[in-house]
């Protein structure tokens, strides 16, 4: 267990995070001296960082070289020695701004909250969109669209919607894809997804009105319109915010940071292990638990849609600036369900 850390050593290793995330450079205890009012002097600043090093809560690159923080070194930094930047007021009128939007449909509000959060921060912004499983299911609606083609929509407690595109095999009349949606919405409302999902051929068995060709289409279509899309359900912007930072500036370190994007999945999975808790996580390098993401740090917060939680971050080098990162993502979660419950 490590041992308490003296006010000294507090003070030295927030002011060498500080300077290091401003600088991305290594930092020396001459740098420290000049820069900071420690009221200690560089031999003394020498002696808490070795102190520190010995701990392992920095580290060195060269033996000549200044320090630079571990990845228990920005543990310690951000559960006991900053606090949230107060988000101007400037910035959260963009959030504001960025995020009215006249289209109510679920994955474009997404799109754009992840847009923001990757203008905001500067970095990756990413949402998850809440799990569905749970997801009490209100009505069911199917329009024609297209010749031989159909539009079913799914609309939950909460407010929120799934929708998938069928194809059918003939023309079908419009007041029958109308009574088949009415006759299901009858069937199935008070039910949640996952019930549906699983007993979906159950609980339509013997129907007899309604058009069986839709209605067979329907349920071989309920495991994909109803099921845990995580890799489909995933929004993300800000890629070319990554290229900016000296820690990608190798070619092959941004491609594999560009591999990590493109693999929705597995970007998916990371952002969810930080966890629907309440309040905001912060996930630092080898605690993403991914040799990918070892010079990564994700700050996520869940948002609530009725009783369904989804997930929004922000993904950057682990040199990020916490404080105003935690803000604007706590900030943007809080406004995301507020939005999501109207």
């Known amino acids: 267990m490590q041992r308490q850390l003296t006010d000294r050593e507090k003070q030295v290793l927030q002011a060498l995070i ?10 020396g205890s001459r740098t420290m001296e000049l820069r900071y009012s420690l009221g200690i002097s560089a031999a003394t600043i020498r002696n808490t960082m070795a102190d ?28 006991s020695l900053i606090k949230p930047q107060k988000l101007s007021h400037l910035d959260q009128q963009r959030i504001k701004s960025a995020m009215k939007s ?10 754009q909250t992840s847009r923001v959060l990757a203008y905001i921060s ?10 569905f499983e749970a997801g ?20 939950m407690k909460s407010g929120l919607v799934r929708s998938i595109v069928i194809e059918v095999r003939s023309h079908l009349a419009p007041e029958m894809i ?5 006759l299901l919405t009858e069937r199935l409302t008070g039910c949640s997804l996952g019930q549906v999902r699983s007993t979906i051929r159950e609980r339509l068995e013997g129907m007899s009105d309604g058009d069986p060709i839709l209605l067979d289409l329907f349920m071989d279509s309920c495991e994909e319109i109803l099921s845990e899309r995580l ?3 995933i929004h993300f912007d800000g890629t070319a915010n990554l290229a900016k930072y000296p820690e990608f500036s190798n070619i092959n370190q941004f491609s594999r940071v560009i591999g990590m994007v493109e693999d929705r999945t597995f970007l998916a999975r990371i952002i969810a292990s930080g966890g629907v808790s309440e309040g905001t996580n912060i996930t630092i390098g080898q605690e993403l638990d991914s040799d990918q993401m070892r010079s990564m740090s994700l700050v996520s917060a869940p948002y609530g849609a009725g009783k369904q939680k989804g997930v929004l971050g922000v993904i950057g080098p682990t040199r990020m600036p916490y404080s105003k990162i935690v803000s604007v993502v706590d900030f943007t979660a809080k406004l995301l369900s507020r939005m999501l419950s109207r």
């Open 18 to 27: 500080d300077h290091y995330i401003t600088t991305a450079k290594p930092v």
């Open 231 to 233: 890799s489909e359900d």
């Open 122 to 131: 500067d970095q990756l912004g990413v949402t998850i969109a809440p799990k």
């Open 102 to 111: 006249e289209d109510l449909a679920l994955g474009s509000i997404l799109e």
């Open 178 to 182: 109308e009574k088949t949606a009415s």
């Open 52 to 79: 520190l090093e010995e701990l392992g809560l920095i580290t060195h690159l060269h033996t000549s070289a200044g320090r630079i923080p571990t990845d228990q070194g920005y543990r310690v930094y951000v559960d």
């Open 136 to 155: 009490i299911l209100t009505r069911i609606t199917m329009v024609p669209v297209a010749e031989k083609r159909v539009l079913i929509v799914i609309a």
